[in-house]
Nanobody, 121 residues
Framework: QVQLVESGGGLVQPGGSLRLSCAAS????????MYWYRQAPGKQRELVAG???????NYADSVKGRFTISRDNAKNTVYLQMNSLKPEDTAVYYC???????????????WGQGTQVTVSS
């Protein structure tokens, strides 16, 4: 069994910062690309950022220059540093990891449960 647990969400004023974490645990053989997605009320889930196991990153245009994705492979953890937050960043943030579980040969996408980020004055 593989689990992803997010933390770090909360309420922050516009212009503020938050750091999200997502830790993978369980029967993990290897982790490939890890992602952060978000879903605002009434909108589709959208990709925010991704990072490969080699450290290559990509970002949605809406967060470039404000958000930074990183990972600690020794801890099976991905982070999202969010700076200069705007009200339109308000959403539930989810992590996604492409994982090969122990005793498996295929890559499976696992989702975290989500963490709420609210940007409001």
């Amino acid at each position: 069994q593989v689990q992803l647990v997010e933390s770090g969400g909360g309420l922050v004023q516009p212009g503020g910062s938050l750091r999200l974490s997502c830790a993978a645990s369980g029967n993990i053989f290897s982790i490939y690309t890890m992602y952060w997605y978000r879903q605002a009320p009434g909108k589709q889930r959208e990709l925010v950022a991704g990072v490969t196991n080699a450290g290559t990153t990509n970002y949605a245009d809406s967060v470039k220059g404000r958000f930074t994705i990183s990972r600690d492979n020794a801890k099976n953890t991905v982070y999202l540093q969010m700076n200069s937050l705007k009200p339109e960043d308000t959403a539930v943030y989810y992590c996604l990891a492409e994982i090969v579980a122990t005793y498996r040969t295929t890559i499976t996408a696992y989702w975290g449960q989500g963490t709420q980020v609210t940007v409001s004055s």
